[in-house]
């Protein structure tokens, strides 16, 4: 939950988690079963039963560990950038079955698709002068700017602290 567009109720679904924006990143883990490449997505039939739901995403590649980094020293770590298809199993995460928790919907073998291209920070340019475009059988779903709550920069930081 780290762009505006996740701030609206989930209308495609019908589940009603009423996410308010936090002080701090919203974050979940992905294993790296989870991990695929660009292209079709296989979808493990446990988590085929009831909807699933896709999100374009922009992904912050690092160039090397990160720890205890401060805000203004985490663009120094940015490698690149590319994107990635945030898959969710969203019947996982009926607040009814699981509290609403994101791990489990989000950790399918191959639910993180990312690629194919990795852009350096430079060629890259400003994030919020960025798009995100996602189609699923040629059609578009998402268009979106990258409207980030949190910027490259403070993730990071948050993310490697301790």
């Not at 791990?103 to 194919?116: I, V």
């Amino acid at each position: 939950m780290n762009t505006q567009r996740n701030q609206v109720l989930i209308e495609r679904t019908g589940i009603c988690l009423q996410l308010t924006v936090p002080l701090d990143p919203v974050m979940w883990y992905k294993p790296k079963r989870a991990l695929g490449g660009p292209g079709d997505i296989s979808i493990p039939s446990v988590a085929a039963e009831g909807f699933l739901d896709f999100e374009g995403e922009l992904c912050i590649v690092l160039s090397r560990d990160a720890r205890d980094v401060k805000v203004e020293d985490a663009s120094d770590y940015i490698l690149g950038f590319t994107v990635g298809n945030d898959l969710t199993a969203r019947s996982y995460q009926d607040p009814k079955r699981s509290g609403g928790q994101f791990t489990r919907c989000k950790a399918f073998d191959g639910f993180a698709p990312l690629g194919p291209i990795l852009t350096n920070k430079k060629t890259f340019g400003a994030v919020k002068d960025q798009r995100i475009v996602t189609k699923v059988n040629g059609k578009v779903f998402q268009d979106s700017p990258c409207d980030m709550i949190h910027s490259p920069e403070t993730l990071i930081s948050f993310l490697s602290r301790g």
